[in-house]
């Protein structure tokens, strides 16, 4: 054989794998299952008690700075629900749109949940 030419049983062998490798990823084995709550949106009851909670205010606090002044118009899981966090009214928190756009789906520290929990309480 050519050493310009690649070995065609190389060649089929690798695009078994790889084939095998898309469908497993479709079907999802090989992926950790989480638990997710059915219920992913927090009901309008749930968010009237979320603004109560925080006095209409986002309640995203920098660990150097005071808390954010921008009204907290959308109500967030603190552990977020696509890792597996329940919509529950404790895990849930008020937060202005900037400041949930740039939480996404984090999982915060537990030193701001701890401060979260003590600003509410």
Not at 1 to 10: G, S
């Amino acid at each position: 054989m050519n050493a310009m030419q690649p070995d065609p049983t190389a060649l089929l062998a690798y695009l078994a794998v790889a084939a095998i490798g898309i469908l497993c990823l479709a079907i999802g084995i090989g992926r950790k299952r989480r638990w997710r709550d059915p219920t992913r949106f927090f009901s309008w009851g749930q968010k009237q008690q979320l603004i109560r909670q925080a006095n209409g205010r986002c309640e995203h606090t920098p660990p150097l700075w005071f808390r954010c002044a921008a009204p907290g118009t959308e109500a967030d899981h603190v552990h977020p629900w696509s890792r597996g966090g329940p919509t529950e009214l404790w895990n849930g928190q008020l937060l202005c749109r900037r400041h949930n756009r740039r939480k996404s789906n984090r999982v915060p520290s537990p030193l701001y949940r701890r401060c979260l929990e003590r600003r509410r309480y």
